[in-house]
């Protein structure tokens, strides 16, 4: 593999490539394409777009990105984390892990200690990356975070079925918590046994959607009343246990994770 660069993306024809690997990665409609005038308002108002790139021919072309928006809680600063894509080619490469590790860094470097983020509940493989590798920490559910507002599957447009409601999960992303900076340094996370809750999801999400929309949503149902009950009973999300015929998030009481 070519070797990979990162850093900002600051020009039109930057920003424009990543509104075509929004298009390749996510398969969706204009309508839901950030596009460039939001890349470049939110540069301006703190933000900033990170791209992986790659030298073809002495040319410089854009794999992956990913977008930071400067947010606020109760009057701290932080960072949010609108969206990351790459390039089909470039998939299970490392190329996201270097993207995110390089987002981490720099927003240490501007006096950042949280990151925030979604993600589809739904995906195994996110779910993985995020808990596992990143060493996110989960303690909220959006339900229909973005809204339904399509089919279950793009296949079914003509068809009368249910849409799949945008459910969501919030990553805590701990900049400077010890498992983190572990995790930074290419160690083992220090994943912990026995949780005390244990959240199924079905193994190939897309295939259920696309073969049996009706029970994709029973099983979104299922699952979004599952975490809001362990939310509510004060549980944290800090793990995902990639068993190939049942994967399954590992929640644990709050006080098992306070040298975590």
């Known amino acids: 593999m070519e070797p990979i660069v990162i850093r900002e993306c600051v020009s039109i024809d930057e920003l424009d490539n990543c ?8 398969d969706l409609p204009d309508l839901e394409i950030s596009p460039r005038r939001h890349l470049i308002v939110s540069r301006q108002a703190g933000g900033w777009t990170l791209g992986a ?3 073809d021919g002495g040319v410089a072309r854009l794999v992956g990105f990913v977008h930071h928006l400067a947010a606020v809680r109760e009057n701290e600063i932080f960072g ?19 993207l995110k590790w390089s987002q981490r860094k720099r927003a240490i470097e501007e006096g950042r200690s949280f990151i925030k983020w979604t993600w589809d509940p739904m995906q195994a493989r996110n779910a993985h990356f995020n808990l596992n590798r990143l060493g996110v920490t989960v303690t909220s559910y959006g339900e229909n975070f973005y809204g339904t507002d399509y089919p279950a599957s793009p296949d079914l447009h003509d068809v009368e079925t ?5 459910d969501r999960l919030f990553a805590n992303w701990q900049l400077q918590s010890r498992r983190v900076i572990d995790l ?5 996370g220090g994943a912990i046994s026995n949780p005390d809750a244990v959240i199924q999801i079905p193994a190939e999400w897309s295939k259920l959607i696309k073969q049996d929309p009706n029970l994709a949503k029973q099983e979104q149902l299922r699952v ?3 975490f809001k009950g362990a939310f509510a009973a004060g ?8 068993s190939s015929e ?11 994770l306070q040298s975590f």
């Open 246 to 256: 049942r994967p399954g998030y590992l929640l644990y009481k709050a006080q098992a």
């Open 19 to 26: 509104i075509r690997l929004q298009r390749e990665a996510f």
């Open 53 to 55: 790139f790659v030298t």
């Open 80 to 98: 949010y984390s609108h969206m990351m894509a790459v390039a089909h080619e470039y998939q299970n490469q490392g190329v996201g892990a270097r």
């Open 184 to 188: 930074a340094r290419g160690a083992a």
């Open 162 to 166: 249910p849409g799949i409601d945008s």
């Open 235 to 242: 549980l944290v999300c800090a793990g995902f246990d990639r």
């Open 224 to 226: 979004r009343e599952e």
